[in-house]
């Protein structure tokens, strides 16, 4: 499974921005997809999650926020990123989670400044 993200750039505070990754090569195993972030000298941490019924989390820290959304077929994951924050700015990764194993996307850079 080959994960491309799109959609990263520079907005000011309060700003949107919308995230997509597209999953290529056989995506039949995929489970559930997910968004991780990575801010500098900080662990990768887990922004949303989208299971196979349609349920969804989110940390704390975007609830209300942000909305991920999928195709059926899950070879589409989404990230509406709306009344962003300095504290948003991270690289941000798409993640499509099989039986035994998990697939990351190259990333992509969201930067919050004024």
């Known amino acids: 499974v080959q994960l491309v993200e799109s959609g990263g750039n520079v907005v000011p505070p309060g700003g949107s921005l919308r995230l997509s990754c597209t999953a290529s090569g056989n995506t039949a195993g995929v489970t559930s997809m997910a968004w991780y972030r990575q801010a500098p000298e900080k662990e990768r941490e887990v922004v949303a999650h989208i299971y196979p019924s349609g349920s969804t989390y989110y940390v704390d820290s975007v609830k209300g926020r942000f909305t991920i959304s999928s195709t059926a077929a899950k070879n589409m994951v989404a990230l509406q990123m709306n009344n962003l924050r300095p504290e948003d700015t991270a690289i941000y990764y798409c993640?499509?989670?099989?039986?035994?194993?998990?697939?990351w996307g190259q990333g992509t850079q969201v930067t919050v400044s004024p």
């Open positions: 993640s499509a989670t099989e039986l035994t194993a998990r697939y």
